[in-house]
C-alpha cells in the first residue's frame, strides 16, 4: 500500500510509464488503484519511430495522436518514471520506515 498512496499524490503530474513489452507512454497520471492499474490522459510515446501506429507524424501536425488516453494493466508496468519535483524523499523515507516497523 505505500506505492499506492504516493502515486495517489502525483495525479495530475506528468509519468512515464515503461511496460514490459519496451513500449514506453508519456502522460498526465489520471488515476492509479490499489493494484497500481494506472490511467494517463494525453498520452504519446516516447519513442515514436519505434512505434509509428501509436500517433505518427502527419498526426501530430494536425493536432490528433492515435491513442490520447489509455488504461495500463499494473501487471503489465515494468517502471515507472516520476517527475523530478513530484519526489518527496523524507516522506518515502518515513512511510518506509513506518511500514517495515508493521504500524
Do not use: W
Request: aromatic share 8%; glycine share 8%; proline share 3%.
Amino acid at each position: 500500500m505505500l506505492f499506492f498512496s504516493y502515486f495517489k499524490e502525483l495525479v495530475g503530474k506528468e509519468v512515464t510509464v515503461e511496460l514490459k513489452n519496451d513500449l514506453a507512454i508519456r502522460g498526465i497520471l489520471h488515476s492509479v488503484d490499489q493494484y497500481l492499474n494506472i490511467k494517463l490522459e494525453n498520452t504519446r510515446v516516447v519513442d515514436q519511430d519505434k512505434y509509428p501506429h501509436m500517433g505518427s507524424t502527419t498526426l501530430k501536425m494536425m493536432g490528433e495522436l492515435s491513442v490520447r488516453n489509455c488504461f495500463i494493466r499494473g501487471s503489465v508496468v515494468r517502471y515507472v518514471q516520476l517527475p523530478p519535483d513530484g519526489v518527496d524523499i523524507d516522506i518515502l523515507h518515513d512511510a518506509t520506515r513506518r511500514e517495515a516497523r508493521g504500524g
